[in-house]
């Protein structure tokens, strides 16, 4: 399975856009990239996900290196809400099977 | 909807007492995941249904764990006997699958303490 590799940790101030980044470079061409992230003490929640293109969503941006070994999730402004675990994913569609690798992920800490 | 449901919230047990989690899926939903999350393992696929189908359980530690998804709406999640590293949040997970462009919803987890 193809791996991703993400900061442990990172820092934001309140209010500044935020951007995480993964890298996924040995990602084959059926791997979508997927974002979740993890409050304290909930269950991870869905972010975004992309193929190749960059996406948007209510929460969030993704963008997608043009040769698809890095991505970076972009939080416009971050607020202290998104303190949370960031895992980024990938999940690759084989026969209808997903096996998936959530990784340690990236852990936001947002100072006031 | 509410969302995917499990119970217990915690479950505490003796250690060698058998001990099942449940889940109801979102309704709709063809896939469920069973996931464990610890602080030095983090969170890892236990087993996978697909139409209630169990597809990969390569995750589930030992013969002591055993999943059960019996019907569309329920799974179960059983260890027998349970053992003091066995605690841990328990998370289940379901989709609709359409390739693999699909989310995952998460329900709130159970943690397990065994002593």
């Known amino acids: 399975d193809a791996k991703t590799t993400q900061p442990n940790s990172m820092e934001s101030n309140e209010e500044e856009p935020v951007h995480l980044p993964c890298n996924h470079s040995t990602i084959s061409g059926t791997d979508y990239i997927h974002w979740y992230r993890q409050l304290p003490s909930q269950g991870p929640e869905y972010v975004i996900h992309?193929?190749?293109s960059n996406v948007n969503n209510r929460m969030a941006s993704l963008a997608i290196a043009e040769d698809r070994k890095s991505s970076t999730l972009i939080l416009h402004r971050a607020t202290l809400r998104d303190a949370a675990v960031y895992y980024c994913?990938?999940?690759?569609?084989?026969?209808?099977?997903?096996?998936?690798?959530f990784g340690t992920g990236t852990k936001l800490q947002v100072i006031p | 909807d509410a969302g995917v449901i499990q119970s217990p919230r915690h479950e505490v047990t003796e250690m060698g007492q058998e001990v099942t989690l449940r889940c109801k899926p979102i309704?709709?939903?063809?896939?469920l995941f069973w996931y464990r999350q610890t602080m030095m393992r983090g969170l890892e696929l236990l087993i996978y249904?697909?139409?209630?189908?169990?597809?990969?359980d390569s995750g589930m530690p030992e013969d002591r764990f055993s999943a059960k998804m019996p019907n569309a709406s329920f799974s179960t999640l059983k260890i027998q006997p349970s053992e003091p590293r066995d605690s841990a949040v328990y998370f289940c997970?379901?989709?609709?699958?359409?390739?693999?462009?699909?989310?995952?919803?998460f329900g709130p987890g159970t943690r397990l303490t065994v002593t």
């Open positions: 994913i990938l999940r690759r569609y084989s026969g209808g099977y997903q096996k998936v690798t």
């Open positions: 309704s709709g939903h063809n896939s």
């Open positions: 249904f697909n139409n209630n189908v169990p597809i990969d």
């Open positions: 992309g193929l190749t």
């Open positions: 997970a379901s989709s609709f699958q359409r390739g693999a462009s699909y989310e995952q919803y």
